[in-house]
């Protein structure tokens, strides 16, 4: 979910990974998957369904328990993280071994159930975005600014599309004071939707 | 010149740069896969009717209200301000039912040596997609 390879190229290089890692600079699989954040997860069969609608990937929301004196996530918050995550893995190898048999994969019903909804708002951010990734492709970057700063008041909820359009840090990460702000201003709502899946702290 | 973009195709128009997007020919059928025929607009097998007594603002001559068409199927179409670059999106309405058919959307992406992957290339394989980025 990068619109730059180049600076996703080192990540992939240093974990040489054995599967396919593809790169998808417009974010398409936002737009095709309702995909609102990474890591985002869909699970999909032999035949191409989807047994798992897109959910987050393992992660949980922890975001607002990082300790800025302390420069980390507070401890219990990373053991809870660090169990989550072991908890998707595990049930990923469930599914991958058991197939359909898996506890984890849903029922048709239950999966329809679990697709997150999309707006009309939402796929004009889409549309925009994808414009916008355009218009930068050709040196156009002041209306393609223009176009982000509308999809972002589009839809709201897209972390993909916040973080690939505003400030880094030095280091490449999104994570300065706008992101800081938005996050602080989640409120109610939550940084990584919870995974309706046993064993999820 | 305008550019018409969709998700999977970028095709270069003689149309005129406009706050409306007018194509003439074949332009929307080469950009969208829809073809204005007697019944309306059709793609595959699906026709959406021209709304009676709005011909004009749809039909001028061999030119086609490609915007007002996309507007009219309830999806969005992003443009520049001058109009010489149009985003024709997909629709929440065709979004929503396509994830809840569960069948999987299929898609066409480079890997890191630009060699490109389907997800219909993975029939017969379980697939965990799942995303990343470096920001």
Not at chain 1, 58 to 66: H, Q, T
Not at chain 1, 174 to 200: H, I, P
Not at chain 2, 46 to 70: I, K, L, M, T, Y
Request: glycine residues 8%; hydrophobic residues 40%.
């Amino acid at each position: 979910m990068d619109a730059n390879i180049e600076a996703a190229r080192p990540w992939v290089e240093e974990a040489s990974p054995t599967f396919v890692t593809l790169i998808d600079q417009n974010h398409l699989l936002s737009s095709l998957y309702n995909m609102v954040n990474v890591p985002q997860a869909v699970w999909i069969d032999e035949q191409g369904r989807i047994v798992r609608p897109t959910e987050s990937g393992g992660s949980i929301d922890i975001l607002r328990e990082f300790d800025f004196e302390a420069g980390a996530f507070k401890p219990e918050a990373t053991e809870r993280a660090a169990t989550a995550k072991t908890t998707y893995l595990d049930a990923v190898k469930d599914w991958a071994v058991n197939g359909a048999a898996s506890q984890y994969a849903f029922e048709p019903d239950a999966a329809r159930s679990h697709v997150p909804v999309v707006s009309d708002a939402a796929m004009a951010a889409h549309a925009g975005f994808q414009l916008g990734q355009y218009l930068a492709s050709q040196g156009r970057n002041e209306e393609a600014e223009t176009i982000f700063a509308r999809c972002r008041e589009q839809h709201p909820d897209s972390w993909n599309i916040f973080r690939e359009t505003t400030e880094r840090m030095e280091g490449g990460i999104a994570a300065g004071e706008e992101f800081w702000n938005k996050v602080m201003s989640l409120g109610e709502k939550q940084y990584y939707a919870s995974v309706d899946m046993d064993g999820m702290p | 010149m305008v550019t018409v973009l969709t998700e999977t195709n970028s095709v270069e128009t003689n149309a005129a740069a406009s706050t409306t997007l007018w194509l003439g020919g074949d332009s929307l059928a080469a950009a969208t896969g829809w073809e204005l025929k007697p019944e309306g607009f059709c793609k595959d097998d699906v026709c959406v009717p021209v709304p009676a007594g709005q011909e004009d603002d749809f039909v001028r001559g061999d030119e086609v209200n490609a915007s007002a068409f996309w507007t009219l199927m309830g999806k969005p179409a992003a443009a520049t301000n001058d109009g010489d670059v149009w985003f024709l999106g997909e629709g929440a309405n065709q979004r929503n039912d396509a994830l809840a058919s569960l069948e999987a959307p299929n898609f066409t992406l480079p890997d890191f040596t630009g060699q490109l992957h389907s997800l219909t290339d993975f029939r017969r394989k379980r697939v965990l997609l799942i995303t990343w980025a470096s920001w």
